[in-house]
């Protein structure tokens, strides 16, 4: 599924920095950019700055001077509106629309965004096969352009399939039984070597501490931890050398 977003009239470098950075971060890199207000946007340094890295999608970024020069090959074309129209496209939310739309197999999609400053003219989105509306505060519905391109990129990448997320940290593997027993065998000793275990009379304690330890699942770093600690416990109990 190709898919292309298109700025028209962009009026802020920072702003097209902020969209190839959105793209990037959902896995696409089709930019274009329709009559700017800077010739020279890609090369900015506010947009490189804003990119924040995402600077193979400026490189492969296109101006053109119309919007039918931007809409080469796309075959459905979707308008981002606050502001529903009463002549048009029917107004969904993009989750409501995207989600059939990335099922349907080969299309080529484009996402058009309006000047910050006046949005989308009636006549582009006229040609748009939906006018797509972020669900907002009714009371502040005004969203930054970069924002905006963000939510769309992640419900699109949603529709397609999205991308699984990453662990923190890798697995961690539990110590062998083996390892767990000779920690708990330790453990007897120092207790013993510091009073709180009896020998004589053990009552359940180990059992216990054997229970403890099945739950927790420690790995081979933590049983080195417990067998440091009980290796100081029994230290402690040893007279000062002379």
Known sequence: MRTRFILIQTSHAGNVGAAARAMKTMGFDDLVLVAPRWANVLRREETIQRASG???VLTNARIVETLDEALDGVTHLCATAMIPRDFGPPTRTPREHLEP????GDQHVAFLFG???FGMRNE???RCNVALSIPTD????SLNLGA???VVAYEWRLALGGYGV???IAPVQAADAQ???GMLDHWERSLVDIGFLDPEAPKKLMPRLQQLFNRAQPTPEEIHILRGIAKAMSDATKPPRG
Not at 101 to 104: E, P
């Open 124 to 126: 582009d989105v006229y």
């Open 101 to 104: 739309l990335g099922k349907q």
């Open 166 to 168: 990453r662990e923190a």
């Open 138 to 141: 009714p009371k502040f519905g």
């Open 148 to 150: 905006a391109i963000q």
């Open 115 to 117: 000047s910050e400053r």
């Open 54 to 56: 995402a600077l193979d």
């Open 179 to 181: 390892a767990v027993a």
